[in-house]
T-cell receptor, first 112, second 113 residues
């Protein structure tokens, strides 16, 4: 079983809908939690970075971390066709040199 | 400012040949990471450099893989005697310090024929 699990999708939503993404993890040592967006044939782009349980909001994006349940989420409000991409969750902890462990990624398609 | 850059963007090589992949991190970033992204395995950590410390090589899949970082800046990932299973996108990331956010380059797509 992988340390970080993520539903591969694809997740198809109409424009303007809320996109809900999540990851579960098994290693309680993880301290830092990230969401990256990756367009086809491009490198991952950092969207959100959090290190505590609770919510963090940035524009249309909200990241949630629940360390007790080992569960993180990303919500995208008012989704746009330009949000169509693969979304990767990633996690790390200091004792491991902050090297990232990634989920497998969820493909999202926002239809106009 | 300039982001992480990688070269070449694409590399096609014959099985058994050696390849070198280059990464230029964001200026001033002390930490540099190499990852590999393949269809079957997703995105996996390979090696990590932090300042003048010895690199963390724990993710390198075999001794055919090596990397160096010269002058605390540019890094080169070398794959010797390439195999078809080495075909993947090799991604480099850098961060200001060890515990900071990592920013990725566009990657080098390696195809071994």
């Amino acid at each position: 079983q992988k340390e970080v699990e993520q539903d591969p999708g694809p997740l198809s939503v109409p424009e303007g809908a809320i996109v809900s993404l999540n990851c579960t993890y098994s290693n309680s040592a993880f301290q830092y939690f990230m969401w990256y967006r990756q367009y086809s044939r491009k490198g991952p782009e950092l969207l959100m970075y959090t290190y505590s349980s609770g919510n963090k909001e940035d524009g249309r994006f909200t990241a949630q971390v629940d360390k007790s349940s080992k569960y993180i989420s990303l919500f995208i409000r008012d989704s746009q066709p330009s949000d169509s991409a693969t979304y990767l969750c990633a996690m790390s902890y200091k004792a491991a040199g902050n090297k990232l462990t990634f989920g497998g990624g969820t493909r999202v398609l926002v239809k106009p | 400012g300039a982001g992480v850059s990688q070269s070449p963007s694409n590399k096609v090589t014959e099985k058994g040949k050696d390849v070198e992949l280059r990464c230029d991190p964001i200026s001033g970033h002390t930490a540099l990471y190499w990852y590999r992204q393949s269809l079957g395995q997703g995105l996996e950590f390979l090696i990590y450099f932090q300042g003048n410390s010895a690199p963390d090589k724990s993710g390198l899949p075999s001794d055919r893989f090596s990397a160096e970082r010269t002058g605390g800046s540019v890094s080169t990932l070398t794959i010797q005697r390439t195999q078809q299973e080495d075909s993947a996108v090799y991604l480099c990331a850098s961060s200001l310090a060890r515990d900071d956010e990592q920013y990725f380059g566009p990657g080098t797509r390696l195809t071994v024929t």
